[in-house]
């Protein structure tokens, strides 16, 4: 897969019949009544009472719990993880596939036997990618420590070739979706990212809408919050053609930093800004996955780019901008500025796009992780159908979400006396629900169409190593939009389209 993201560079993730020679070899364990039991042999030539060690260290099975078993015997071999992985479930083996990742990172080479466990295609698509997201590292010092863990092998699944590729498509286009977002913002410009678009996507069909074009065909939104900025803003469209199947359109908020522009931010809030582009950094990764996988389904990725500044030329409350379609939005607060280029193009996917089905992802609002955590993503969707597809592709993709209501008593809070709406709801009126007026604006710009919001503001970032995510930019949506589309384009579903 073409990437210009070296730092981020996955180890190799091969299968094999037999147990290769490695440094580190791991072996499950299985919830056995009180305690628990291997699911396999050790390595041979090692003689040891596993069941006393692991009830010894009390040893449940569960997964993601370690037991390390140093090797003291002359040869290659340095270390015997027994991991927990219980009930052997998609979820349990992506944690457990992570835990034995970030136990043996500083080993060059690393085996996983699951010849005494009996794992599906779809357990060892979540194990591959506990295993590869899990290794992930991203780093800009000057001297860079080198990866030690290169090699990952996988034993006992050699039947199951096609869902191992799959899997590493997957991870490495969540690993590109990471490097996007911890790209820091100095560096991070909006033709930054555009000319990593075509870098990332460079077999496929790249559009980049510059200022003037932006300006020409009446991109209002996208240019009033990237009008404070003395880098301009743009809009990337990316089409992958697989021939069958409806016309899907993702939407990604690329603020590549967001000051709050006017309405500024505090420091503290500023801090995790770079993330504020986590939406088109999924939805550009997930078109290089299902490129990859070489999906029977239309795609079309857009980024809606700019940087959000505050300068002698920013917007500044009060002002009247005129969005993509003509209709005019009066920006009470430079802040809520995502929704305003989400906004066009959102409209610009209806009008001329004639999406089937739309989803848009964006690090919308502060309310959401308020609301739901750092883990779950708010969803939206005026279509039961397509909330529903979502909703199961949450469930085998391991990056949840949780469906929100769209409440249309709520929709008032959005009229303005000078424009069509207003950015955000009225303050005055108290109603608070910020997460759910700006879906109901986003709708606004849709159509009618089959669509749906992620409000990723939680779970897009992470100040902390746990599970298959490590800190900084978690790549949230990658794993759950192409597992979803690769559902899609199965079935030829066109219920929600």
Known sequence: MPTPFPAGALPELVLADELPTAAVVAVPTVPDG?????????????????????????A?????????????????????????????????????????????????????????????????????????????????????????????????????????????AVARA??????????????????????????????????????????????????GVGQGSSRPPCLVEARYDGGAGPHVVLVGKGITFDSGGLSLKPNASMLEMKSDMGGAAAVLATLRAVADLRLP??????????????????????????????????VLNTDAEGRLVLADALAYADQDLQADVVVDVATLTGAMPVALGKRLAGLFAGDDALAAQLEAAAGSSGEPLWRMPLVDDYRHTLDSPVADLRNIGRPELGLMGGSITAALFLREFTGGRPW????????????????????????YGVRLL????????????????
């Open 174 to 223: 969540t690993a590109v979706a990471r490097d996007l977002v911890n790209t820091p913002s100095l560096e991070k410009s909006p033709q930054w990212l555009a000319d990593t678009a075509r870098a990332l996507l460079d077999d496929l069909e790249v559009d980049v809408l510059g200022a003037d074009e932006l300006a020409r065909r009446g991109f209002g939104g996208i240019l």
């Open 34 to 58: 009180e305690t628990a039991r291997l699911a396999g042999d050790l390595p041979g030539g090692l003689d040891v009472d596993v069941a006393a060690l692991l009830a010894r260290e009390t």
């Open 297 to 330: 389904i239309r795609v079309t990725a857009l980024a809606a780019v700019a940087e959000n500044l505050p300068s002698g030329t920013a917007q500044r409350p009060g002002d009247v901008l005129r969005q993509y379609g003509g209709r005019t939005v009066e």
């Open 482 to 497: 192409t597992a979803w589309l690769t559902a899609l384009a199965a079935t030829g579903d066109r219920a929600a389209a």
């Open 452 to 475: 749906a919001h992620l409000d990723i503001a939680g779970p897009a970032f992470t100040g902390s190593d746990e599970d298959e995510r490590t800190k900084g930019g978690t790549g």
């Open 60 to 168: 449940k099975g569960g997964p993601g719990e370690v037991v390390g078993l140093p090797v003291t015997a002359e040869g290659d071999l340095q270390r015997v993880l027994l991991v927990g992985t219980g009930a052997a479930t998609p979820a349990d083996l992506r944690r457990a596939g992570a835990a034995v990742a970030r136990r043996a990172q500083s080993a060059e080479t690393l085996a996983v036997d699951l010849r005494g466990l009996e794992v599906d295609g779809g357990g060892l698509r979540a194990l591959a990618e506990g295993l590869l997201l899990a290794s992930y590292r991203f780093t800009r010092k000057a001297a860079p420590e080198a990866r030690a863990l290169s090699s990952v092998t996988v034993v006992g699944a050699g039947a199951l070739q096609d869902d191992l590729a799959a899997a590493v």
